[in-house]
């Protein structure tokens, strides 16, 4: 009898070891099969998650995100305890004990798996989980669990828990384009993961597996459901005492985020660069890389030249047959070229085209200064006399004669530098054209910064030629700034995710034209807002030039114009050229919105000493008796040796 238990024991061992050795071998032959086709775990090393790039104002507020998964990297400190006992809870509660994989789950899962002849998802640790979004498809085949399992195993191996389960909370995706604990806190409880309660933390967890389909934005219940199976789960495990959990299951789900992102308060600005940005780095290190984009834009400014903007079109669109009238704003700093605000239109949503910095129109009477800077240069003075009278030009063979007029179709016959550019008088600027040449008119609007082509004729006087917003408001901001033309930027810095500086602009000055010709120009058209076609300005009571625009067939107004720190610039006009109707002068339709953005500024300034323009050491004033302190370059005033130059 002994014997036959013995040789029964014998049997049944080398039974035993047999199936052993076979489940060995089988598991060898898999590893062997499987392993040289799983990806290095080591390149998990150096792999980046992509995260949201931020574009910043000045005051450092988000006004722009770009990114193919929305994410915020956080560090394992940075997710609080009751979220990661809310995960481990749900999720995988030995998760802190086992090696990778829980041959309990497996165990169940594989007979389950049996009785319904399907393959069904569930079973999976943390690690598992994170294996299958790292490096598998979502597929549902014995290969990839295989696969899932090995790489769960190498996972643990190479890394700590807390690192694990660090990139898992990175990594799993909640829904509604929410990345990351960290994103998903803010989607649904806008705050951040740190600062969750028990019951938010509850619901993060709870959704992990459902995301979409158990967000409480799309189905409430479910959301419950799966919120209080967490708090369950945390009540068994010990994280949290069972009253805690039925006193949570009690309270409704509160969310306080919102599935619509706020739409940026500078959408053609934030355009503008990411384009740029777009063009530098590429799409990939913009749309994945976290890039934080630090940029010139005057939070404060830019909200009243959008509201400007806003009510000056509703005002000129209201009767219209055809309410289409468009509008672009744009202010510069005067000392460093930063881009302060930009409107390029009445609705982003609409349309992208920026007009701003894309359209280039005709500029009419903007283009003025740029002849009399000319003049002035020349040794022209605000007391030069210039004719206003009925004269004809000939422009080239077999071409009709060219005869300007006036806006009023009067002539003054003889006016002085100031009246003629205060007034805008269109006769005597062309003969000013005229008398310097228009190719040094031309000249000195390159100078001046123009880019688009101004063509040396004399019709450019009174702003035949095309250009932009941005090229205009540039020129202009040469005049308070003594003569030194700034290239215009909007970024001021870039880091990447972890910090570390990419760029850093500084200023970039260009020496356009003298300091002292530059004051003269400023003296001008201080004028223009004090007595001239820009006069309401006046009203502010604040140190102000500039010049208004009209095109002959008014299908184009402007303002232009500045102050010791800043210079604005506004565009009224159909996007197609049309007319946008009798009377539609500078003075009417865009002064009154770049008054609106002035207000803005000026009040930002209440209490504060008024700025003045600084001249230069060679600017002689003199009282003349009309009561005008006018300015003059020293040598060109009344009485001076040399005279003064014109007629």
């Excluded at 014998?10 to 590893?31: D, E, K, P, Y």
């Excluded at 702003?463 to 215009?488: D, K």
Aim: hydrophobic letters at 40%; charged letters at 20%; proline letters at 5%.
């Amino acid at each position: 009898m002994t014997n036959h238990v013995i040789r029964a024991a014998r049997q049944l061992t080398i039974a035993l070891a047999f199936v052993i050795a076979i489940a060995l071998g089988a598991a060898c032959g898999v590893l062997f099969v499987y392993a040289g086709d799983l990806p290095q775990i080591s390149a998990l090393d150096d792999q980046a998650l992509p995260t949201i790039s931020r574009i910043y104002a000045t005051d450092n507020k988000v006004i722009g995100e770009f990114a193919t998964e929305r994410r915020v990297i956080v560090r394992y400190d940075q997710i609080p305890p009751v979220l990661r006992n809310a995960i481990v809870a749900a999720e995988d509660s030995g998760f802190f004990t086992h090696i990778g994989l829980s041959i309990p789950s497996i165990v169940v899962a594989l007979i389950r798996d049996i009785i319904k002849r399907e393959l069904y998802a569930g079973g999976s640790t943390l690690s598992q989980q994170l294996a299958r979004q790292l490096f598998l498809t979502l597929e549902k085949t014995w290969e990839r669990k295989i696969k899932e399992a090995i790489l769960a195993i190498q996972i643990e191996k190479r890394y700590t828990k807390e690192e694990i389960f660090t990139m898992y909370c990175n990594k799993m995706y909640f829904g509604h384009g929410a990345h990351g604990v960290e994103q998903a806190s803010r989607l649904y409880f806008d705050k951040s993961a740190k600062d969750l309660n028990l019951e938010e933390a509850a619901l993060i967890a709870g959704i992990l597996q459902g995301n979409v389909r158990q967000s409480p934005y799309v189905n409430m219940r479910a959301a419950v459901w799966r919120r209080n199976y967490t708090l369950q789960r945390m009540a068994d495990e010990g994280f949290i005492t069972h009253a805690q959990a039925d006193a949570s299951k009690k309270k409704p789900i509160v969310t306080r985020g919102g599935l619509q992102r706020p739409d940026s308060p500078a959408p053609y600005f934030v355009e503008e660069v990411r384009q740029a940005l777009e063009a530098e780095y590429g799409a990939k290190q913009l749309y994945e890389n976290g890039l934080q984009v630090h940029t010139s834009l005057d939070l404060e400014l830019q909200e009243a030249a959008t509201q400007a903007l806003g009510a000056g079109l509703a005002r000129l669109n209201k009767g219209r047959k055809d309410p289409a009238v468009e509008g672009a704003v744009l202010a510069l700093h005067n000392d460093t070229g930063q881009v302060l605000a930009m409107v390029g239109g009445s609705d982003f949503d609409r349309t992208k085209f920026n007009r701003a910095v894309q359209a280039k129109r005709q500029i009419g009477s903007t283009f003025k200064p740029i002849v009399y800077t000319a003049a002035v240069d020349r040794g022209y003075t605000a007391r030069s006399q210039l004719k206003d009278e009925p004269v004809w030009y000939m422009v080239g063979p077999g071409q009709p004669l060219y005869a300007p007029e006036n806006y009023d179709h009067q002539y003054e016959g003889v006016v002085t530098l100031r009246r003629a550019i205060e007034q805008s008088r269109n006769v005597p600027t062309v003969g000013l054209m005229h008398d310097l040449g228009p190719r040094q008119v031309a000249d000195y609007a390159r100078r001046l910064g123009f880019a688009s082509e101004v063509r040396p004729y004399l019709s450019s006087a009174l702003g035949s030629s095309e250009a932009t917003l941005l090229e205009v408001v540039n020129a202009f901001s040469v005049f308070p700034n003594q003569g030194v033309r700034m290239q215009p930027y909007s970024v001021l810095r870039i880091a990447d995710r972890s910090g570390s500086v990419l760029q850093e602009n500084r200023p970039e000055p260009h020496a356009a034209i003298r300091a002292d010709t530059a004051y003269v120009m400023l003296s001008l058209l201080q004028g223009v807002t004090a007595r001239g076609t820009a006069a309401r300005a006046s009203s502010l009571g604040w140190p102000l030039g500039g010049k208004t625009g009209t095109t002959n067939d008014y299908t184009d107004a402007w303002m232009v114009g500045f102050d010791p720190d800043i210079t604005v610039g506004v565009w009224v006009g159909y996007d197609a050229k049309k007319k946008l109707g009798a009377s539609m002068t500078g003075s009417v339709a865009a002064l009154p919105i770049w008054l609106d953005v002035m207000k803005a500024h000026v009040a930002r300034h209440k209490g504060q000493p008024k700025p003045a323009f600084a001249s230069p050491g060679n600017i002689v004033f003199v009282q003349l008796d009309n009561g005008v302190r006018e300015a003059f370059i020293a040598g060109t005033q009344p009485g001076a040796a040399f005279g003064e130059t014109g007629g």
